[in-house]
Each structure stands twice: as structure tokens, then as C-alpha cells.
């Protein structure tokens, strides 16, 4: 299984959400998993990274060239594949073709934003794929508040909601991939608000 992991590119983070997220690429790269990436050297990038290596996986990063020449973040030049894009939409296209399922680590505005564009495709049908966000320390409390908020105030279909998982940890993100199972929910009725009966 080819697996897409967003999460923080910075440094300063907690090392407790640095070593989650080495926990999680050691115990999927054990099970075989291939790990796609932004191809970032640090912060969750490079822990999950390092810890596929660590675990025997496979390793492939998408980046754009201009962050090798404008020195944006360390980029991980380990990796047993690495592409450079011409832009952004370029790396996140290419992630988001080649990988079989999501995983959202902890991470802030570019990982705020890989999650809703995967969130809102899936909600438009445009792919079936599974979708976790690692809750590592409670981390995504506030944003499972905020979605669920927005589907009480009817902005956002409540069947929505099962188009995501929150795990709190590696043992349930790996259980819930290995079993899951494509939702059958046509995209007409998730983007449908109103209730209906």
C-alpha cells in the first residue's frame, strides 16, 4: 500500500509529535507500506521519513524546484524516489495519484490546506481513497469540533463526517486502513444540505 503523509515541516515542533510520527512510518514501513511525501528532511516530514527507512519502507517525495533553490525547508534526499515539480499543485497532484490512502499528521497552514483539498475531492467523488487524521496528543480535538460544528449549522452535509477517520493511534490508523472499504455515498448526496425528510 502506497500511503500519502502530509504534517509539519518546522523544527520548533514538540520532539513528542516528531517521535509519533517516526513510530508511525517504522511500523508501516515494517508491514511493507511505501511511504509519499513532501519529501521535507524535518519536523513530521523527516520523522516519518526516517522512521520507514528504519522500518524497511519504501520512500518516495515530490517537491518543487524552487524550494531546492530558495531554500524553503530541507528537503530529504534519502528518498528511494524524488521528483521535482515546476509548483505546488504539481507536487500535490502527483501525491495525490500514486497514493492508495491519506494520512494526516499534525501540521499547520500547508497541511490545513493538503487535508480539506483531499477532504473536499472525496466529498465530490472525484476519489475514494481513505482519509486519517493522526489525533497524536489530541492534536486535531479542535478541528473534528469545527468540522462537526459546521455540519450542526448545516454547512457542511452530516454524511460527511464518514468520510474521515480520527485515529489516536498507529495501531488504529493501521487497523482502519487494512479494513476499509469505500464508502458507497454518491457525491450528489453529500453536497445535498438540506435535510430530507
Same mark, same amino acid.
Given at each position: 500500500?502506497?500511503?500519502?503523509?502530509?504534517? %509539519?515541516?518546522?523544527?520548533?515542533?514538540?520532539?513528542?509529535?516528531?517521535?509519533?510520527?517516526?513510530?508511525?512510518?517504522?511500523?508501516?514501513?515494517?508491514?511493507?507500506?511505501? +511511504?509519499?511525501?513532501?519529501?521535507?528532511?524535518?519536523?513530521?516530514?523527516? %520523522?516519518? %521519513?526516517?522512521?520507514?527507512?528504519?522500518?524497511?519502507?519504501?520512500?518516495?517525495?515530490?517537491?518543487?524546484?524552487?524550494?531546492?533553490?530558495?531554500?524553503?525547508?530541507?528537503?530529504?534526499?534519502?528518498?528511494?524516489?524524488?521528483?521535482?515539480?515546476?509548483?505546488? %499543485?504539481? &507536487?500535490?497532484?502527483?501525491?495525490?495519484? !500514486?497514493?492508495?490512502?491519506? /494520512?494526516?499528521?499534525?501540521?499547520?497552514?500547508?497541511?490545513?490546506? !493538503?487535508? @480539506?483539498?483531499?477532504?473536499?475531492?472525496?466529498?465530490?467523488? &472525484?476519489?475514494?481513497?481513505?482519509?486519517?487524521? @493522526?489525533?497524536?496528543?489530541?492534536?486535531?480535538?479542535?478541528? &473534528?469540533?469545527?468540522?462537526?460544528? $459546521? /455540519?450542526? =449549522?448545516? @454547512?457542511?452535509?452530516?454524511?460527511? $463526517?464518514? +468520510?474521515?477517520?480520527?485515529?489516536?493511534?498507529?495501531?488504529?490508523?493501521?487497523?482502519?486502513?487494512?479494513?476499509?472499504?469505500?464508502?458507497?455515498?454518491?457525491? =450528489?448526496? +453529500?453536497?445535498?444540505? &438540506?435535510?430530507?425528510?
Amino acid at each position: 500500500m502506497k500511503v500519502c503523509v502530509y504534517g %509539519a515541516s518546522s523544527e520548533r515542533i514538540d520532539e513528542k509529535y516528531k517521535n509519533a510520527g517516526f513510530d508511525l512510518g517504522k511500523k508501516m514501513g515494517a508491514k511493507g507500506y511505501t +511511504l509519499v511525501f513532501g519529501a521535507g528532511a524535518e519536523g513530521m516530514m523527516g %520523522a516519518v %521519513a526516517r522512521g520507514f527507512h528504519a522500518g524497511g519502507g519504501k520512500v518516495h517525495g515530490y517537491i518543487p524546484k524552487f524550494f531546492e533553490e530558495g531554500g524553503y525547508e530541507a528537503i530529504y534526499y534519502d528518498c528511494d524516489e524524488l521528483n521535482f515539480t515546476e509548483t505546488m %499543485a504539481e &507536487r500535490k497532484t502527483g501525491m495525490e495519484n !500514486e497514493c492508495d490512502a491519506f /494520512i494526516i499528521t499534525p501540521g499547520g497552514i500547508g497541511t490545513f490546506e !493538503e487535508f @480539506f483539498q483531499v477532504f473536499t475531492l472525496k466529498q465530490l467523488g &472525484r476519489h475514494d481513497k481513505a482519509i486519517v487524521l @493522526f489525533n497524536s496528543y489530541g492534536y486535531y480535538d479542535d478541528m &473534528r469540533v469545527l468540522i462537526e460544528d $459546521a /455540519i450542526k =449549522s448545516k @454547512f457542511v452535509n452530516k454524511e460527511c $463526517a464518514h +468520510l474521515i477517520k480520527y485515529c489516536d493511534t498507529v495501531e488504529e490508523i493501521m487497523e482502519y486502513l487494512e479494513s476499509y472499504t469505500p464508502s458507497d455515498i454518491a457525491w =450528489s448526496r +453529500l453536497k445535498r444540505i &438540506r435535510d430530507d425528510g
